[in-house]
């Protein structure tokens, strides 16, 4: 694998390489320039090696994805998805990942990786030519900051990742733990603790019995037949009123 790449500070202070992304959306090719995407804006970027890969798919998408309330709570705008693969491909992977939080770039011709100075040959994977993994942060198209990987061989994830990018946002910030909560259409009891996180800026997943689940599940996983169910952390809270008595702590 060749890998000769730029530094942060070679990055720091630059504007973004001005492309255009060949997009589609529904039947339609639709052109997005980079300044659609960056100009009179705060935008947190992450690039990858390519989409449906192990890390990329089982941990650095999914959590700028949860994370995203957190982000925009903090004036980001937007947070963009971008690899050296083609708009079919990354579509697929959205939809696969269901990752409606995050705007997915396909840069297929390289030509944004290349201008950042991130594009690298993993040839030895049968890959190509693909984008070194980084993150970065851009304001109004300027650059203010880069989380760029360790040049190490294979493909190290130590910097790039959504909590050290909301930890530079707010070095106050604490490392927000994954929640999931079991509902069901119509329950108010759901809507109370949905609400309660909501107010807060917490992502959550919601398993909705009857789509996601059944109360076969429920009850396995909880030892409970009644809704909602709300788990922060790997730790079992309990309903609304437990998740409401939790947070009054």
């Known amino acids: 694998m060749s890998v000769n790449?730029?530094?942060?500070?070679?990055?720091?202070?630059?504007?973004?390489?001005s492309v255009v992304f060949h997009t589609?959306?529904?039947?339609?090719?639709?052109?997005?320039?980079?300044?659609e995407l960056f100009k009179g804006k705060t935008v947190a970027v992450f690039s990858l090696p390519?989409?449906?890969?192990?890390?990329?798919s089982s941990?650095?998408?999914?959590r700028y994805n949860e994370l995203q309330p957190a982000f925009?709570?903090?004036?980001?705008?937007?947070?963009?998805?971008?690899?050296?693969?083609d708009t079919f491909v990354m579509n697929a992977w959205k939809d696969d990942q269901k990752a409606d939080k995050i705007t997915f770039i396909p840069d297929g011709n390289g030509e944004f990786t290349a201008g950042?100075?991130?594009l690298v040959e993993k040839e030895d994977?049968?890959?190509?030519?693909?984008?070194w993994r980084y993150s970065m942060l851009v304001k109004d198209g300027v650059v203010e900051k880069m989380f760029i990987e360790p040049n190490e061989p294979g493909d190290p994830f130590k910097v790039s990742d959504a909590d050290t990018m909301l930890k530079y946002l707010d070095p106050s910030a604490k490392v927000q733990e994954s929640v999931a909560l079991f509902t069901k259409p119509g329950c108010p009891y759901c809507a109370k603790a949905k609400q309660l996180l909501i107010d807060r800026g917490i992502a959550y997943e919601e398993i909705i019995l009857g789509k996601d689940a059944t109360t076969v599940s429920l009850r396995a996983v909880?030892?409970?037949?009644?809704v909602p169910q709300v788990y922060i952390g790997g730790k079992h809270i309990g309903g609304s009123d437990d998740l409401e008595a939790y947070f009054a702590k």
């Open 50 to 56: 390519g989409a449906f890969t192990p890390t990329c």
């Open 222 to 226: 909880t030892g409970r037949t009644s």
């Open 24 to 35: 589609r959306q529904g039947d339609a090719w639709v052109d997005v320039s980079t300044d």
């Open 72 to 85: 925009k709570k903090l004036g980001v705008d937007d947070i963009l998805c971008v690899s050296v693969n």
């Open 116 to 118: 950042m100075g991130q």
């Open 125 to 131: 994977l049968g890959f190509g030519k693909r984008s």
């Open 5 to 17: 790449i730029k530094t942060e500070q070679e990055l720091v202070g630059q504007n973004v390489p």
């Open 59 to 62: 941990t650095h998408l999914p």
